[in-house]
């Protein structure tokens, strides 16, 4: 009668990374009874070749199988028609990778009473984003609950959610500052003659103001109609 084996090929994983994932070789096949302990392999006799058809290159799992098997005895004899092999199969499992999420745009800017605009990023993976803003105290990062527009130091990063080869990833913060608008303002000479009413005092301005914003500049004297000539 012939002998009754099960022959089974290993298992291998890692993480996701363009290449697919094998484990081949002879040396990777176990083999045992899988009636009694005493009826394995005849004595002499060894696995001589076998073809791997298991592969796995995106994030998931599948059989590590293989095929044309080849049994030979201490003589070189093929001698597999002696044998009933049952094929066990191991797996092939490969993970998510994290993603390297990469902020590359510079959202500085004076300020213009208008939300910042999202920055460029760069990424692998195809999982929807969020983009976050934040100031910062000391070592902590708070959270807003919309994207800055006044002057001052901000903060940015991105969440990407799990999505095929990718799992939940998250970018490294990133600076920008708002700057202030510099207005600078001049009071331009007056003059009047004494006891009657005062010239109207102007002045100019270096910068513009966000339009619709009123800066409430007001220019005063402490000189009267009756103040001394000089």
Avoid at 70 to 90: A, F, L, P, R
Avoid at 92 to 105: C, E, F, N, S, Y
């Amino acid at each position: 009668n012939k002998r009754r084996i099960t022959i089974s090929s290993d298992s291998a994983s890692k993480t996701y990374d363009g290449i697919a994932l094998t484990k081949g070789g002879a040396a990777s096949l176990s083999y045992n009874s899988d009636i009694n302990a005493a009826d394995s392999m005849a004595a002499g006799d060894s696995i001589s070749s076998v073809n791997f058809t298991g592969t796995q290159t995106d994030a998931g799992s599948s059989k590590n199988t293989y095929d044309n098997l080849v049994i030979k005895n201490s003589s070189g004899s093929v001698v597999t028609n002696s044998y009933i092999v049952v094929s066990g199969y191991g797996t092939l499992a490969v993970t998510q990778a994290k993603d390297a999420i990469t902020i590359t745009g510079d959202i500085s800017k004076t300020y213009d009473g208008k939300e910042v605009n999202d920055p460029a990023y760069t990424r692998k993976g195809t999982g929807n984003v969020e983009l976050s803003y934040y100031t910062k105290s000391g070592s902590t990062y708070n959270k807003l609950s919309v994207k800055p527009k006044d002057a001052g130091t901000y903060y940015v990063s991105i969440n990407e959610a799990a999505a095929g080869n990718y799992a939940e990833s998250v970018s490294a913060y990133r600076e920008f500052i708002i700057s202030k608008v510099v207005i600078k303002l001049e009071a331009e000479a007056a003059s009047s003659i004494y006891y009657e009413p005062l010239a109207e005092l102007k002045y100019k301005e270096t910068g513009t103001a966000v339009t619709g914003e009123d800066l409430g500049i007001k220019i005063s004297t402490n000189a009267t109609a009756a103040s001394p000539a000089g």
